[in-house]
C-alpha cells in the first residue's frame, strides 16, 4: 500500500518561503516514474483545489495559475521524494497542503482533478502572516 507522508509546513509571513516535501513509500522499486506526483490544498471553507502537479514519467509540471512563478515542483535527490518550493508565500496561500500520487503509468498525465489520484497524505498546514 502506497503511503504518502508530507513536513515542511510552517508559519511564515508574507513574502516568505517554505519548502514541502512529500515522502512516498510501499511504492515498488523502480517504478515510481509510473506516478504522477500531486500538491493540493485546502484552506478553511473553500474545497480542494490544485495547485501543482509532477509527471514522473515526462518530468513534465503543471500549476495552478495562482502559484506560477512562485511555486515550484520538483522531484527530490532522496528516493520516492517529491518536494513543493514555495517562495513569496501570501496569506491567501494559507491551507492545509496535501501531497498525491495518480497512477498515470507511463503516461504523460497531470490530472488537476482531485477524484484522479489514488493516494493522499494527510497534509501539512501552511500558515501566512500578514
Known amino acids: 500500500q502506497v503511503q504518502l507522508v508530507e513536513s515542511g509546513g510552517g508559519l511564515v509571513q508574507a513574502g516568505g518561503s517554505l519548502r514541502l516535501s512529500c515522502e512516498a513509500s510501499g511504492i515498488l522499486s523502480g517504478t515510481f516514474t509510473m506516478y504522477t506526483m500531486g500538491w493540493f490544498r485546502q484552506a478553511p471553507g473553500k474545497d480542494r483545489e490544485f495547485v501543482s502537479g509532477?509527471?514522473?514519467?515526462?518530468?513534465?509540471?503543471a500549476y495552478a495559475d495562482f502559484v506560477k512563478g512562485r511555486f515550484t515542483i520538483s522531484k527530490g535527490d532522496a528516493r520516492h521524494t517529491v518536494y513543493l518550493e514555495m517562495n513569496n508565500l501570501k496569506p491567501e496561500d494559507t491551507a492545509v497542503y496535501y501531497c498525491?500520487?495518480?497512477?498515470?503509468?507511463?503516461?504523460?498525465?497531470?490530472?488537476?482533478?482531485?477524484?484522479?489520484?489514488?493516494?493522499w497524505g494527510q497534509g501539512t498546514q501552511v500558515t501566512v502572516s500578514s
Open positions: 498525491a500520487a495518480d497512477r498515470t503509468y507511463y503516461t504523460s498525465t497531470i490530472s488537476q482533478i482531485e477524484s484522479s489520484y489514488d493516494y
Open positions: 509532477l509527471n514522473l514519467y515526462k518530468s513534465s509540471t
